[in-house]
DNA sequence: TCTGGGGTCCTAGGACCC
DNA sequence: TCTGGGGTCCTAGGACCC
């Protein structure tokens, strides 16, 4: 069996645990630049706020007083979901964290009777040492156990934990069940079915597998055996991430080269340090530009370039100055440029990086390292991710400039921050 | 006026090889 | 005028997820 725990509004709920004063009241977080809603509590949810809306649309609504504003704090929602995690992982044998408010428990070896009260243990265990209420589903499937833990959340009735454990409660489940809201039937596919007669799960579970292999193809056929109780979703492994993405929108947008070239810069560095916490190294540096998609009355331009290096690297140098070479061959003027990002691929573990043939100087190379290595050690030291860092870089950090009106304060990671609280 | 960020996997089609 | 067959690898784009 499969547990699947999903935090409840996970940044909502983070947010709560510093101001208990927001229990209870219509609340949701922003993403970056107070763009839009990306998380909201169950009152906002009954308000009628849609997931993803811009924020200009409800501001009205925090302005009256009826709803309230967070902007989002990634800093505080990653340390909270650790903690939420490290427990998790310290209760059951093996958990697979599938991502920042949800993971699968592998509840192999243990007995079904004692599955439903392993779980309400859990959920009053994370809430105590945390503060972040959780939900549970459980079934034979991760797919079904998505299902189950949908039903946790949405019917007080089950206590945060639903189990589906035999074909009847799987029949009910499904049929109750909108296709949309199935993992792995997405927006672009949803429609389509629903256009074909298929409204639940369960009309999608009986349509015969030819008809889903010719309609839907292997995803679809996936989700559809993992309906019917047969796993196909394999176990996660823990292989290293493919690829790195550093990317922002600007708050306004922005048309000069050196500005801009600027961001870029810190975007590099930014995924540069990421490779080196993780001990790998890239091949690929991909630099793109995008204006403002919403902007119709304004010529769009989104071009990417991808400069492949030599050798695999994980310096700030080298890294840099692939994505600066890369932006300085796409940069057109004339356009108003509202996001750009820098993605790091084809990566390898550092140990495995092989110097190439022609024009690698290994000599370089060690100097660039170690030079990247003091800067990490310099700036965790000193708390300041850009204290040291190249000239062609932003001073202050690249996010210091986007906008952010309504940030809570760093109270599970700054000491200083949290004796504030009185 | 104001619209996020970071990933994965699959497929089709082109390049290339013999 | 008439121009094969089969395989692999790579990439871009689209779909999905949170």
Redesign the pocket.
């Known amino acids: 069996m499969y547990a699947l725990v999903?935090c409840n509004n996970?940044f909502v709920s983070c947010e709560r645990v510093f101001r208990p004063q927001l229990e209870g009241k219509a609340v949701v977080v922003?993403?970056?630049?107070?763009?839009?809603v990306?998380a909201r509590s169950n009152e906002s949810k009954k308000m009628g706020i849609r997931?993803?809306?811009?924020?200009?649309?409800i501001?009205h609504l925090a302005e009256n007083g009826s709803l309230t504003v967070c902007s989002?704090n990634y800093t505080l929602y990653g340390d909270m979901s650790d903690r939420v995690m490290s427990i998790l992982a310290n209760t059951v044998p093996k958990i697979e964290i599938?991502?920042?408010?949800?993971a699968f428990l592998i509840l192999d070896g243990i007995r079904e009777t004692e599955i439903a009260p392993l779980c309400r243990a859990l959920i009053s265990k994370v809430r105590k040492w945390t503060g972040i209420p959780v939900s549970i589903g459980v079934a034979g499937t991760k797919t079904l156990a998505?299902i189950a833990s949908h039903f946790a959340k949405k019917y007080p009735g089950y206590g945060g934990v639903c189990m589906i454990d035999d074909d009847r409660k799987r029949q009910k489940a499904l049929s109750l069940t909108p296709i949309?809201?199935?993992?792995?039937?997405?927006?672009?596919?949803?429609p389509?079915l629903m256009e074909r007669g298929v409204k639940t799960a369960w009309d999608y579970v009986l349509r015969p597998e030819p008809w889903i292999r010719e309609h839907y193809?292997?995803?679809g056929?996936?989700t559809w055996m993992e309906l019917q109780g047969i796993v196909c979703v394999e176990a996660e492994?823990d292989?290293?991430?493919?690829?790195?993405?550093?990317?922002?929108?600007?708050?306004?947008?922005l048309e000069d080269e050196d500005e801009i070239s600027l961001k870029v810069a810190d975007?590099a560095a930014?995924?540069a340090k990421?490779l080196r916490q993780e001990k790998s190294a890239a091949m690929?540096v991909t630099t793109f530009l995008r204006t403002?998609?919403?902007?119709s009355d304004l010529e769009q331009y989104c071009p990417?370039v991808?400069v492949?290096l030599d050798t695999a690297a994980s310096n700030t140098q080298e890294i840099v100055s692939a994505a600066l070479k890369g932006f300085r061959t796409i940069f057109k003027p004339g356009y108003r440029y509202?996001?750009a990002?820098v993605?790091?691929?084809?990566?390898v573990p550092e140990d495995t990086v092989q110097g190439s043939l022609f024009g690698f100087d290994p000599e370089l190379r060690s100097k660039n390292d170690a030079i990247s290595r003091i800067m990490d050690r310099v700036n965790s030291l000193t708390g300041d991710s850009s204290l040291l860092r190249l000239a062609s870089q932003k001073p202050g950090h690249y996010?210091s400039d986007?906008?952010s009106e309504h940030r809570s304060r760093r109270f599970s990671t700054s000491f200083d921050e949290l004796m504030e609280i009185k």
């Open positions: 999903d996970f922003l993403s970056n630049n107070d763009g839009c990306v997931m993803g809306v811009p924020y200009y649309q501001s989002s599938y991502s920042i408010d949800e998505k949309g809201e199935v993992w792995g039937i997405g927006r672009k596919i949803a389509k193809m292997l995803a056929l996936r492994t292989a290293a991430r493919k690829t790195i993405c550093t990317s922002r929108s600007f708050a306004d947008m975007f930014h995924c990421k690929d403002n998609r919403f902007r990417s991808t492949r509202k996001k990002g993605v790091v691929g084809s990566i996010a986007i906008r």
